[in-house]
C-alpha cells in the first residue's frame, strides 16, 4: 500500500487562501488505512476549513482514488455540489491526487497529504517499508528480505563491514538487513545462497514515468 501523512495543515491553509469553496476527495484504500483519507479526515478537514471561514459544498471517499475512470463514474451524483466548488482538496496519496487532476480538468485540485513509501502496515497505523518497486525483484536470491530496501546502502551482497552486534552502521537502531538475510537463509537451510554474487542490477527497469499494459495482446492489435 502506499503510506501518506497529513500536508502540515497551515500549509494547506496558505496554499487555498485565495478560494472560498471546497470539495474534499477521500479513498477508501490506502489513505484510510494511514488515517489520512477516510471518513474522519474527511469530516476533520472539513471542520478545519469551515472554522476558517470556507464553505465545503461536499466530501466523498472513492472506492479506489487512483482508479481514474471507475472515480469519474462515483463522482457522477455529486454534480451539483461541484458546480458550486472552487477548488478539490485530494485526501490521498499523489497518485490519486493526480486521477483528480484528469477528472476535473478546470478547477484547481490539491493534495492534503504527501506520499511517503510503499509500505506494508505492521500493526494499526505502523508501516514498513519493504520494497523500493526497483523493478526486478531479487528476493529469491535473498531469502524473501530486500536489501535493495531494507540496507541503507542498498548492497546487493553484503555485509558491508560495518555492521555492530548484528545491527547497522548506518541506522544503529535496526538490524543489518545482511544479518537479517543471512538468519533468514539460515532457518529456510539456503545459507549456500549468500555465497552467489548478486549482479549489477538494470537501473534503467525503475526510471520513472513508466507505463505498463497488463492487457492480454490481441492478435492484429498492439498495446504498449
Ligand atoms: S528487489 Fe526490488 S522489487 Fe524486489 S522487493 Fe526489493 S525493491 Fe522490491
Ligand atoms: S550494516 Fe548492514 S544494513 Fe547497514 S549498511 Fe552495512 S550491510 Fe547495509
Redesign the pocket.
Known amino acids: 500500500m502506499i503510506i501518506s501523512k497529513k500536508i502540515d495543515r497551515k500549509k494547506l491553509l496558505e496554499t487555498i487562501k485565495d478560494y472560498n469553496s471546497f470539495f474534499l476527495v477521500g479513498c477508501s484504500e490506502c489513505a484510510s488505512l494511514c488515517g489520512t483519507g477516510g471518513e474522519p479526515e474527511l469530516e476533520e478537514l472539513k471542520k478545519e476549513l469551515e472554522a476558517a471561514g470556507k464553505k465545503v459544498t461536499g466530501t466523498f471517499r472513492a472506492k479506489t482514488g487512483c482508479q481514474v475512470l471507475g472515480t469519474k463514474v462515483e463522482l457522477k451524483p455529486f454534480k451539483d455540489e461541484l458546480a458550486d466548488t472552487q477548488v478539490v482538496i485530494v485526501m490521498s496519496c499523489g497518485a490519486g491526487t493526480q486521477a483528480m487532476v484528469e477528472a476535473f480538468p478546470d478547477k484547481p485540485v490539491y493534495p492534503s497529504n504527501d506520499s511517503l513509501f510503499l509500505g506494508n502496515m505492521t500493526r494499526f497505523q505502523m508501516f514498513d517499508e519493504?520494497?523500493?518497486?526497483?523493478?526486478?525483484?531479487?528476493?529469491e536470491q535473498t531469502g524473501g528480505i530486500?536489501p535493495?530496501?531494507n540496507c541503507p546502502k542498498g548492497l546487493l551482497n553484503g555485509p558491508c563491514g560495518g555492521t555492530s552486534n548484528g545491527n547497522c552502521e548506518v541506522s544503529p537502531d535496526i538490524r543489518c538487513a545482511w544479518v537479517r538475510i543471512y538468519d533468514r537463509l539460515e532457518k529456510i537451510n539456503r545459507l549456500d545462497d549468500m555465497k552467489k554474487v548478486i549482479k549489477a542490477k538494470d537501473w534503467s527497469k525503475s526510471q520513472s514515468p513508466q507505463v505498463l499494459s497488463a492487457r492480454p495482446k490481441k492478435e492484429g492489435k498492439k498495446t504498449k
Open positions: 519493504r520494497c523500493s518497486l526497483c523493478g526486478e525483484c531479487i528476493l530486500c535493495v530496501t
